[in-house]
């Protein structure tokens, strides 16, 4: 949510800039223009690196979070199968024990 903050002051920052810029602009409209895509430009390629920054980070933290979950699953997997097993030992040990006193 802080990242789409910053993200959208600058993109209103950069709107207002240029709009202050056409109209103090002291040069010719042609190398003004010039001036004012190449700062457009400059701006673009600043927010694509910002960007592509958050989506790595978040691409980061989502493999990290996917491999915590996996490990978690994996240890359950195998507490549940450990639990399993001694369920069923002492469930053959109480069937024997209930065979040997009717027996």
Known sequence: ????????????????????????APEKGADT????????????NDFNGQLNQL????SE???KINKEIASVAE?????SN???GQAKSKGKD??????DQFN
């Not at 989506?55 to 978040?58: W, Y």
């Not at 240890?75 to 507490?79: D, L, M």
Request: glycine content about 10%; overall charge positive.
């Open 33 to 44: 223009r010039k001036k004012l895509t190449k700062k457009g430009e400059e701006y673009l």
């Open 61 to 63: 933290k989502f493999d």
């Open 1 to 24: 949510m802080k990242s789409a903050k910053i993200i959208f002051g600058a993109l209103a920052g950069v709107a207002i800039g240029i709009q202050i810029g056409l109209l103090v």
């Open 75 to 79: 240890e359950t997997k195998a507490k």
């Open 82 to 84: 450990e639990w399993l």
């Open 55 to 58: 989506v790595k980070g978040f």
């Open 94 to 99: 109480q069937v024997e024990k209930a065979k």
